[in-house]
């Protein structure tokens, strides 16, 4: 994570024990009222991630585009955005407080028992998506919570009704998903079909319905992702990336194949974002769990 602007706090959690499985971590961010507007940019992690307005300053969030008007969504109560598989901004003006609860691969559809391709484009309104109005009654209570502790202890008597089990085939898919190997010139679809004994059709649809994207793009993102890492960050020696290595590290076809995924993913091209991160600037790099643990 890049230097913050001086009016804005982000306080990290990891959820209790029992919501592991379920849920990534969550994260608090607070300005300062009457501070200026703090505008950050989201990178792609492939999750689903549910948000809570808290506090009386305005939040807004809207996805990096090449069109000349993105939508921009007010944050109102809760919505659910993802999976996220571009850039996004989000604009928190002073006195906003808003509650990230990332999910894990596996984690919204064992809460919601919803497939995750039923998600809109833009933020989704939970109690509409479930048909009742829970969501807007844990808001109501979260906003009167004192603490990030008290936080993560109401949602956490929250979810636990909702929990269910991984079922077979999700279990399956997260089993095979390292099979998708950055870089690789296989047909992903192909080789996790193969591995599972399964049509090439029936793993597509388990993709849609478990993780909301195709295996394809999982395979181009976390090769895009390793390339983010190898960046240079603040602290790291060296000032200028060796394009050359990472063209040839990570299988891209030339360098034009490289700026295709930079402007895909972020709308912009590689130079910009080294820039970027070299100088930490205003970017969000998570690690996401698609180069970590299938839980």
């Known amino acids: 994570m890049s230097a913050l602007p001086s009016s804005l706090q982000e306080h990290f959690m990891l959820p209790p024990p029992v919501l592991r499985e379920v849920i990534q971590h969550l994260v608090l961010f607070t300005t300062e009222p009457g501070a200026a507007p703090v505008v950050r940019t989201l990178l792609p992690a492939f999750q689903v991630v549910l948000l809570f307005d808290l506090g ?3 939040a807004e969030v809207w996805p990096i585009t090449s069109a000349a008007l993105a939508p921009v969504y007010p944050l109102v109560g809760s919505g659910l955005l993802g999976p996220v598989k571009t850039a996004w901004q989000y604009r928190l003006a002073g006195g906003a407080r808003v509650l990230a609860v990332t999910f894990t691969l596996a984690g919204f559809y064992r809460l919601f028992q919803i497939p995750v391709v039923a998600l809109g484009p833009g933020l989704t309104d939970p109690d509409a998506l479930v048909g009742h109005r829970c969501f807007t009654e844990l808001w109501e209570q979260l906003r009167s919570c004192s603490g990030p502790a008290q936080l993560g202890s109401m949602l956490t008597a929250f979810c636990l009704p909702y929990l ?27 080789v996790l079909a193969a591995a599972s004994h ?28 390793l390339v983010l890492a190898d960046l240079p960050h603040p602290g790291r020696h060296g000032a200028t990336p060796d394009w050359g290595s990472l063209l040839e590290h990570y299988g891209y076809y030339d360098q034009s194949h490289l700026v295709h995924d930079f402007r895909h993913f972020l709308q912009q091209p590689p130079s910009k974002v080294a820039g970027q991160l070299r100088l930490g600037e205003a970017i969000c790099v998570t690690q996401p769990e698609l180069l970590g643990p299938h839980s």
């Open 56 to 58: 009386p300053g305005r």
């Open 164 to 190: 269910r089990a991984t079922d077979a085939s999700q279990a399956e898919l997260l089993a095979h998903l390292p099979l998708l190997a950055p870089g690789s010139h296989l047909n992903p679809l192909k």
């Open 198 to 225: 399964r049509s090439e059709r029936a793993v597509q649809l388990r993709f849609q319905k478990y993780l909301g994207f195709s295996a394809k793009e999982a395979a181009r993102f976390l090769r895009f992702r």
